[in-house]
């Protein structure tokens, strides 16, 4: 657990760039800050690791005033991954990886086999081991640079816009990596981001901070979409807010219909025959679905992938009702597709049955809220 | 160091012939050399360890950095015949001390690599010495392990610069009687007689390059990240 405990930090040139800062990062989540350029997102995690001095007030990490030990032994214990990750460009990849082990004094061997082992967990090849820096690409780089920061496995990890130097596709597969990661390591991480996209996706409690250095608001992703504080939150979480809250909202069991199917390599006559609506799902050999068959247009001989229109979303049994919902506005049959988790068809539903769900669901609340 | 052997009191009948001013003189001619190599490298080993903690200070401290690297410039603009002439006064050493070589050569030395260490050390990327910083290196550690090795390219083009004037300046210190490869410049001149001279230069060019060159290999065993930047 990591406790500011109004922690303020005024630069010698007069700055506030926090101010009274109070705020809990609970162990083995995810505390995301966010808030526009210049709000004091970087001094309060830097003072976390005392690259920052607090002017202020006091940092805990768990029982431990921050103040109180040596910058090495606290930083030693503290992971900490940066924008353009920060790679010592005069050394491999997996001697990178392996400074913090080597500098506790792990036997050089050891410490190889241990960065070897982190490089393919970050999802690098090992063959990228013996590289430079340099010859890595800037997601590859950013990989590098959470492997070592995780090298001495340490509690605590602080990240600042740790993905923002990368295009938009490698962040979101960095996204999912990391959650993956932090799913199995369970590490208490502060990170930094000014994309609330981005925090709401990773965060588990978003801690948006306003210029000046304070709190505008501590909350659960779901929650801060649903129930912003104030017009300046509001206005940072953006458009959209209501259909993407639905994001956090369990779609439960839908009131799903059997779907008739064609199998793939199946004569094309045949297939269109079973359309409702013009329109009929064609599934693999695993009980995959794999796209619709546009009836309209017949053809002739057996169905293959190039028939099919791609355009659906599939969206997972116990998932959220944005899944669900997006899967059926994108059916060109006007029924989206669920799957079971094994990823065999479960069956479809229509837009007005999501959106019936919705409605019984923010009726509940409502309800919930009046007692 | 033995007197240079008796010469011709007048120009000799061949005075470009390398072949017969050798003959008998080559001992000599390879302690002078000898001689030449050291006046030329000592400085520069000296100056190096001399400027390293000024152009750290210069790149540490900011406001420092100016007078730092402005002070250490005008040092440079001081003809090398005047220091080699005074310094012998100004510290009191005999006139033949090869000291009166070396120190006015090691000034030369801090004069150009004072701002050569601080600007390799301001050229390392401020994203690495932060993650470096992160990491639990302190200052020291950070120095030698990160700061140091990356700015070493910039440092050893900084030394090629230097070790090759020095070789050039070592020479004009025959004027206060050092003996290295400049003697043969002064002997031949006052005799008419070019073969020396010719042999003088050769070696000194020579002498050079081969410094040069070892810096170079030095530099690139240092650095074999270079060649994998370079590939890109
Ligand atoms: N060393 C410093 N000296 C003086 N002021 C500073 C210093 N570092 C940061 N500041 C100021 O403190 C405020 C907060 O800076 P900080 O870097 O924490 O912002 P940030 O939220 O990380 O912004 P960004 O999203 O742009 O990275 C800013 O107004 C900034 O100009
Ligand atoms: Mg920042």
New binding site residues.
């Given amino acids: 657990m990591i406790k500011f405990e109004s922690v303020t ?1 005024r ?8 101010n009274g800062l109070d705020l809990v990062a609970p162990s083995g989540q995810i505390t995301v ?1 966010v ?12 003072m976390i690791n005392r690259m ?1 001095e607090p002017t202020s007030g006091r940092i805990w990490l768990d029982e431990t005033d921050t103040g109180t030990v040596s910058t090495s032994k606290l930083r030693r214990g503290i992971g900490y991954v940066i924008q353009h990750a920060g790679l010592f460009p005069h050394r491999t990849i997996v001697d990178n990886v392996a400074t913090v082990p080597l500098m506790l004094g792990v036997d050089k061997k050891t410490a190889r086999a241990q960065a070897m082992d982190l490089l393919v967990r970050v999802g690098l090849d090992p063959a990228f081991a013996k590289r430079y820096p340099a010859q890595l690409s800037g997601g590859q780089q950013q990989r590098v640079g959470v492997a070592r920061a995780l090298a001495a496995d340490p509690p605590v990890m602080l990240m ?2 740790p993905f923002s130097a990368v295009d938009p596709v490698v962040r979101a597969q960095l996204h999912e990596e990391f959650l993956r990661l932090q799913q199995d390591l369970g590490k208490t991480i502060v990170l ?1 981001t ?1 994309d609330i996209d981005e925090a709401v996706k990773l965060g588990d409690q978003i801690a948006v ?1 306003r ?1 000046g ?1 304070t709190l505008a608001q501590l909350a659960t992703p779901a929650d801060l979409l649903a129930r912003p504080a104030d017009d300046f939150v509001a206005g940072f979480v953006g458009r959209d807010r209501g259909y993407r809250s639905l994001g956090f909202a369990d779609a439960g069991d839908l009131p799903t219909r059997k779907e008739v199917t064609v199998r793939l390599g199946s004569d094309f006559a045949a297939a269109a025959a079973l359309a409702e609506d013009g329109w009929v799902l064609a599934i693999g050999d695993a009980g995959e679905p794999l796209g619709w068959l546009d009836a309209s247009h017949p053809g002739t001989g057996p169905i293959g992938p190039q028939h099919l229109h791609r355009g659906g979303t599939v969206a997972t049994e116990g998932g959220s009702l944005r899944a669900a919902l997006d899967a059926a506005l994108s059916a060109p049959s006007g029924r989206g597709v669920l799957v079971r988790e094994d990823n065999t068809l479960l069956g479809t539903v229509t837009a007005s049955e999501v959106v019936a769900r919705i409605e019984e669901r923010a009726a509940a609340e409502r309800i919930e809220a009046a007692r | 160091m033995s007197s240079p052997p008796v010469g011709y009191l007048a120009a000799p009948d061949q005075p470009w012939n390398v072949q017969h001013y050798l003959d008998g003189k080559v001992g000599y001619v390879l302690g002078l050399l000898w001689q030449h190599l050291w006046l030329s490298v000592l400085p520069v080993v000296i100056g190096l360890i001399i400027a390293l903690p000024i152009g750290y200070a210069a790149k540490r401290f900011k406001w420092t950095y100016t007078p730092l690297v402005t002070i250490s410039g005008l040092l440079y603009t001081i003809p090398s015949l005047a220091l080699f002439v005074v310094i012998p006064s100004v510290i009191g050493t005999q006139i033949l001390d090869p000291i009166n070589v070396v120190i006015p050569l090691t000034i030369y030395t801090i004069a150009l690599m004072v701002r050569v260490i601080a600007d390799g050390l301001r050229s390392v990327d401020e994203t690495v010495l932060q993650a470096a910083s992160a990491m639990g290196y302190s200052r020291f550690q950070r120095l030698l392990k990160v700061e140091l090795p990356i700015a070493i390219p910039v440092i050893g083009a900084g030394l090629r610069v230097a070790v090759v004037a020095n070789v050039g300046m070592v020479a004009v210190a025959a004027v206060i009687g050092v003996p290295q490869l400049g003697t043969l410049f002064s002997y031949g001149k006052d005799l008419f007689y070019y073969a020396p001279i010719v042999v003088g230069l050769v070696l000194s060019v020579a002498l050079a390059f081969a410094l040069d060159l070892l810096i170079v290999l030095a530099v690139r065993a240092l650095t074999p990240w270079r060649k994998a930047v370079a590939a890109r």
């Fill in positions: 930090k630069y010698p040139d007069g700055t506030v760039a926090v800050l808030g526009p350029s210049g709000c004091g997102k970087t001094t309060s995690l830097r920052i600042d816009e930094v000014h901070l210029v250095g």
